[in-house]
């Protein structure tokens, strides 16, 4: 039996305007190679970095949020390493003085969190018009060389690959509430590198004695951080049955085989040979007014929750679809109040159900974001209301907010325009449920028998009937009438 031990590192690509050591427009979204560089991000000889102010809000901001400490005092320091992608030899980051230390979410300690600059981007491609040689060349776009980077390193306190995409998924999350970065793992604005030993569980009792670290990189997705965990996991467990030893060594993730693979010895920090960088000052966090950055804080994502769950009661599946986007959250917040407002309701369940399955089914059908809606929220729950009311059948309501999806229109301007509208006349539909029970005998003693199935039955006869347009409470309470006096 062994336990698995594991920690995370996670490098998040900021949404700041400009690059970290300079004023290049720090644009994810730029498809021309090597635009958006000047030559501090270039490394020329003799230019010098300059602090980007914004950065360092974020990262704070990123650190107060999770219940780090900021310290006053904080440094870069230069982490040598070669690689085509990083034209300085080296690069900025920060070694014993991290702008903050430890913090926690969802029960994960987080030993620090950095600032660093990113690197540029490689492209491997074969080439097809050059007969080159080797048959693979590699082409460097540093548009991504200097954009602030922050890294996140947790204790090894993760114990399985669930726990690992709940704590990865909570903080994409939150990096998107407090607009720190998109958090986009396929664009690689969000990486995620695991560290797994497995400790034998005799050993734990006396001596927690770790055993060797192996480090997965280029988990681009949830599903890859789980099944790289999984894996390795497995993977290291075999090799220590048989009487192995685990190297320690630097794997990749293989999407396609669904396996880690070797890539290379892991490297100590002496090997990157640290120390200050000599062309930047250290910094003086009490210079940023951190009571006001965290003032500044939008509500995090589990406050949301807790409060989602007193003001409206409704099921936490529910809760977390709308929390899980914070524009949903705001759409979904902004009717109820609206719905309040209209009529004085304690139950948001009708409004929730409308935006989950009916709204969001539109949405994702017609790939509209919230943000891009044509129904403002206002008309949102006045649709709503209607159906509360009875002005509106829950099959005109469908068709209804179809139209609403596409035009943007009040519901009860466009119910007037498409000539829609729900049968109140109580004598009028009474006819009709009349008519029905006597074409259904079999329903009929259905109902005798107490089957509450037998009167939803005949509603929808009534609904198809009049074409959905019948009030469905006023048939409902017809039904019973007419349906308990023949008993
Ligand atoms: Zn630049
Ligand atoms: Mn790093």
Not at 272 to 281: A, C, N, T, V, W
Not at 331 to 352: C, D, G, H, M
Not at 433 to 461: C, H, L, W
Request: aromatic letters at 8%.
């Amino acid at each position: 039996m062994y336990i698995p031990t594991i920690g995370l590192e996670i490098h998040i690509e900021t949404k700041t305007k400009t690059k970290m050591f300079c004023s290049c427009a720090n644009d994810p979204e730029e498809t021309k190679p090597n635009i958006n560089v000047c030559p501090v991000c270039l490394a020329h000889p003799g230019s010098l970095p300059v602090i980007n102010k914004s950065a360092i809000q974020t990262i704070a901001k990123l650190g107060l949020a999770l219940n780090g400490k900021i310290d006053d005092y904080s440094q870069f320091d230069r982490k040598s390493y070669f690689y085509p992608d990083l034209p300085k030899g080296y690069q900025i980051s920060q070694y014993e003085h991290p702008i903050v230390k430890g913090g926690s979410l969802k029960g994960i300690r987080i030993t620090r969190i950095h600032m660093e600059e990113d690197t540029g981007r490689l492209i491997h491609q074969i080439p097809t018009t050059y007969n080159l040689q080797p048959t693979t060349y590699s082409l460097v776009d540093f548009n991504r060389a200097g954009v602030p980077l922050i890294e996140l390193v947790t204790e090894p306190d993760i114990e399985n690959a669930e726990q690992a995409v709940a704590f990865a998924k909570e903080l994409q999350l939150i990096l998107r509430y407090l607009d720190i970065s998109d958090a986009d793992m396929e664009k690689g604005q969000m990486r995620v590198e695991t560290n797994i030993s497995l400790s034998d569980k005799k050993q734990e009792t006396s001596d927690k004695k770790l055993g060797t670290k192996v480090e997965v990189k280029n988990l681009n997705s949830f599903k890859a951080v789980y099944g790289a965990i999984v894996y390795e996991t497995k993977r290291q467990a075999e090799i220590l049955d048989e009487g192995g030893k685990i190297i320690q060594e630097t794997r990749g993730w293989n999407d396609k085989t669904g396996k880690t693979e070797s890539q290379r010895l892991k490297e100590s920090a002496h090997d990157y040979r640290y120390f200050p960088e000599p062309d930047l000052p250290p910094l003086n966090m009490s210079e940023f007014n951190l009571e006001e950055l965290k003032a500044e804080l939008s509500e995090l994502p589990k406050t949301k929750r807790n409060r989602f769950k007193q003001e409206f009661k409704i099921p936490e599946e529910q809760i977390e679809i709308l929390v899980s986007d914070k524009g949903k959250a705001e759409y979904f917040e902004e009717s109820a109040t609206e719905l309040k407002s209209e009529l004085p309701i304690t139950n948001y369940q009708l409004l929730v159900n409308y935006f989950v399955s009916d709204l969001q089914g539109l949405m994702s059908e017609r790939k509209t974001e919230i943000k891009n809606l044509k129904i403002s929220p206002h008309e949102f729950a006045h649709f709503v209301f209607l159906i509360e009311k009875g002005t509106l059948s829950s099959r005109l309501a469908k068709d209804l907010l179809k139209k609403m999806f596409e035009t943007g229109e009040d519901p009860e301007t466009l119910m007037a325009k498409e000539n829609i509208s729900v049968i109140q006349d109580e004598s009028a539909l009474a006819q009709i449920v009349r008519k029905i029970i006597a074409e259904n005998p079999q329903a009929v003693k259905d109902y005798q028998n107490s089957k509450a199935t037998a009167v939803q039955f005949m509603i929808g006869k009534a609904m198809a009937v009049t074409g959905g347009k019948a009030n469905p409470q006023i048939l409902h309470k017809l039904f019973k009438e007419i349906l308990d006096l023949s008993r």
